[in-house]
């Protein structure tokens, strides 16, 4: 790990102002990815800003009868919220299924929002990787690449996304709510939030240098039955080969977003289009222009699949 020097930010906007003003500063919170990509020196911030004291840690109702969900509130505390798991459970599940109880317990809703779309190749220093030194080439590209994203991808990168959370915020119509360095503040839609690698691989999101992220916004609960899927190697700490989240309408509706898949959170509203239809209505719409590999090409099947068992246990409760 290379040197660094700490400071901890009292205020929100002198967090942001500290971060505009030093080249190479980061936010830490959990620090539950930062901290080991600065041991991997895959990360080498030269100032790091504490900003567990911001007081950004609680759940509250909007006024318009939608969650306020404070940038520190942590995962664990978050899938157990009584209002979440009533009104946004795709949420509290999404939240369950994501790395370990441990790391849930230090991991914030900023955090996990934030943390690198990756793959074993951006961990690799000897390898190419887009990511950490732009234009030195993607080593997964030719190379394995059973568990990587089929959708979104470029020639500069094809990693997943790897964020449960995430995925079930997409599903949600979430925004993410920031200030800057001037002071400044907007809501992002998720949807917006996350960026395709296209030839910038190393740009994630769409926050703007010292811009910090100090809650996320949900809208009105959505009715429904709300299920989140998650298929992968191991019981728990994997990332998704696929996950679906879903909310099923009595009308027979249905809305989607997957993860596992996707170069970020992966919704279209062509999927949604085709709720009625069934599951494989929806893969299609939904891997509309997928770009697999010898590999992952599997995922194809594997959406559908998931999908499939969804529809019946909907089916059964029916």
């Known amino acids: 790990m290379r040197p660094f020097t700490y400071e901890r930010a009292t205020s929100v906007e002198g967090a942001a102002k500290a971060a505009a003003s030093v080249q190479g500063a980061r ?28 007081g950004l840690d609680r759940i509250e109702i909007t006024p318009e009868g939608g969650l306020r969900i404070g940038a520190l509130v942590r995962n664990t505390d978050l899938a157990a919220d009584k209002a979440v798991r009533r009104d946004y459970a795709v949420l509290s599940r999404a939240l369950v299924s994501g790395a ?34 732009p234009g030195s080439g993607c ?6 690449s059973r568990g990587l994203a089929i959708l979104g991808v470029s020639d500069a990168c094809i990693a997943q996304h790897p964020s449960d959370m995430a995925v079930a915020m997409r599903l949600l119509d979430a925004q993410v709510d920031t200030v800057d360095g001037a002071g400044a503040r907007r809501s992002i839609p998720i949807a917006d939030f996350h960026l395709l690698p296209g030839d910038t691989p190393h740009k994630e999101t769409a926050l703007k240098p010292g811009e910090i ?17 998650k298929v992968r190697d191991r019981a728990s700490y994997a990332f998704a080969l696929v996950s ?20 970020k959170p992966w919704r279209v509203a062509a999927a949604d289009a085709a ?36 529809y019946r246990q909907q089916e059964a409760r029916a």
């Open 27 to 54: 936010f830490i919170a959990g620090g539950t990815n930062l901290l080991d990509l600065m041991k991997l020196q895959i990360e080498t911030p030269t100032h790091l800003i504490d900003v567990n004291h911001l």
């Open 100 to 133: 370990s109880g441990q790391l849930r317990n230090k991991a914030t809703t900023g955090g996990n929002l934030l943390q690198r779309t990756r793959c074993p190749y951006f961990y690799d220093t000897r390898m190419p990787c887009n990511k950490r030194q």
């Open 213 to 229: 992220i100090t809650s996320v916004t949900l809208p009105k609960p959505v009715s429904g039955t709300h299920v989140y899927r």
């Open 139 to 144: 080593g997964a590209i030719g190379g394995i």
């Open 244 to 263: 679906v989240a879903a909310i099923f309408a009595k009308d027979g509706t249905a809305r989607f977003a997957f993860g596992g898949i996707g170069a």
């Open 275 to 310: 709720g009625k239809q069934g599951a494989k209505a929806v893969a299609e719409a939904a891997l509309a222009g997928a770009r697999t590999t010898e590999h992952n090409d599997f995922k194809k099947a594997l959406v559908q699949q998931t999908l499939v068992s969804l």
